[in-house]
């Protein structure tokens, strides 16, 4: 994306880069004062390691490499681990801790270390960005940060786990669990290991990523009360929509006298409602604020894409870069 927007970047918001290092789990790590993308692909899509490109040096791991690259900032895409929100924790810590700028779509960071990561960033004077960890690209944190001055996040609630969304609306439509899932797993929409999306895990990682952030919480995805959707049995769902409403796993926060409570289990959905549009692959996230009531985000059959502009529009973000268009 960076690298096929490289002309609009500069002419339009003042933004030109070079790559200078790359780290993989498979292909190597690699070093160079400007890494041509073109090439890099080439390699990726020929399943060959990028120590095969001319003239880069290698690292052994990626914090090695975050220790040695000459860079203004890290783009942090590592799988989820969402038991512990590792290895990317340690990935942004490093880099935050080097006065590198930060961006990443992984929810690991934000749910696991964010009060750290946040204390980190303002002693090194640098920005720690991670808007496609919730919901893709679609503007949440910045949302708040930008155009939200002053307003207090009550709570959320949001169905933001595209998988259960899919196994859900096919389970509507009469097909089976497992023919549902094999659904989502064919759009590629579902997690590596799925059970993170059956079971809940992937949205009470998503609930305290937003709980941390908007509510000042600091919480940790095993406080979640969180029941996934292994139990939703076919007359559940027909039960629920002969009374004009459908099931969806649905992240809430509330504030409670003790602090935020974030709950994730599968909840009856009124038909006409906001959070009934999340069928497919959709999701749909409802802030409830003090000064502007609710308002709700919607983002239609996400992708790979749409997670890539997050990452984007963070970088842009980060240097205040000027827009022509507005
Ligand atoms: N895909 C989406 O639409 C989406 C949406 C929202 C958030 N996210 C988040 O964005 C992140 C990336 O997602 P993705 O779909 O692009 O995942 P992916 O296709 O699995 O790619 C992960 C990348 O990380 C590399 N990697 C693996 N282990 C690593 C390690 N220990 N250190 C450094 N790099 C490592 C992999 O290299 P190898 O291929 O060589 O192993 C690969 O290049 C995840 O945290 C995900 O939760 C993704």
Redesign the pocket.
């Known amino acids: 994306m960076i690298s096929a927007r490289r002309e609009v970047l500069a002419q339009d918001h003042d933004l030109t880069f070079r790559v200078t290092a790359i780290?993989?789990?498979?292909?190597g790590?690699i070093l160079a004062p400007d890494i041509n993308l073109e090439d890099a692909l080439e390699r990726?899509a020929q399943s060959a390691p990028l120590s095969s490109l001319d003239g880069v040096q290698n690292a052994p791991?990626?914090l090695t490499l975050i220790k040695q690259a000459d860079a203004d900032v890290l783009f942090?895409?590592?799988?989820?681990n969402p038991a512990d929100g590792e290895?990317?924790s340690s990935?942004v810590r490093l880099a935050l801790s080097r006065g590198l700028h930060v961006v990443?779509?992984?929810?690991?960071p934000v749910a696991f270390a964010y009060r750290a990561l946040r204390s980190l960033a303002a002693e090194n004077a640098v920005q720690f960005r991670f808007e496609?960890?919730?919901?893709?690209g679609a503007p949440i944190f910045n949302m708040v940060r930008s155009c939200l001055p002053a307003v207090k996040v009550l709570g959320f609630s949001g169905a933001l786990n595209s998988t259960t969304n899919i196994i859900l609306s096919s389970m509507e439509s009469g097909r089976s669990f497992g023919e549902s899932l094999a659904e989502a797993q064919r759009l590629g929409v579902a997690?590596?290991n799925a059970d993170h999306d059956i079971d809940g895990w992937?949205s009470a990682v998503k609930a305290v990523a937003l709980a941390n952030v908007l509510m000042d919480a600091d919480l940790r995805p095993s406080e979640v009360i969180r029941t996934g959707i292994r139990q939703v049995m076919a007359p559940d769902l027909l039960r629920a929509r002969e009374s004009g409403n459908i099931l969806r796993l649905i992240a809430r926060g509330e504030r409670s006298r003790t602090g935020v409570r974030l709950t994730v289990r599968p909840e009856t959905v009124r038909l006409g409602t906001p959070l009934a549009t999340a069928t497919g692959a959709n999701n749909i996230l409802t802030l409830k604020t003090d000064l502007m009531g609710e308002l709700s985000i919607t983002e239609t059959a996400?992708?790979?894409?749409?997670?890539a502009y997050?990452l984007l529009s963070d970088w842009i973000s980060i240097y205040g870069a000027r827009d022509s268009r507005v």
């Open positions: 780290a993989t789990g498979t292909r790590c990726v791991d990626p942090e895409t590592s799988p989820l290895p990317a990935h990443t779509a992984n929810k690991g496609g960890a919730v919901m893709d997690e590596a992937d996400p992708g790979v894409e749409q997670t997050a």
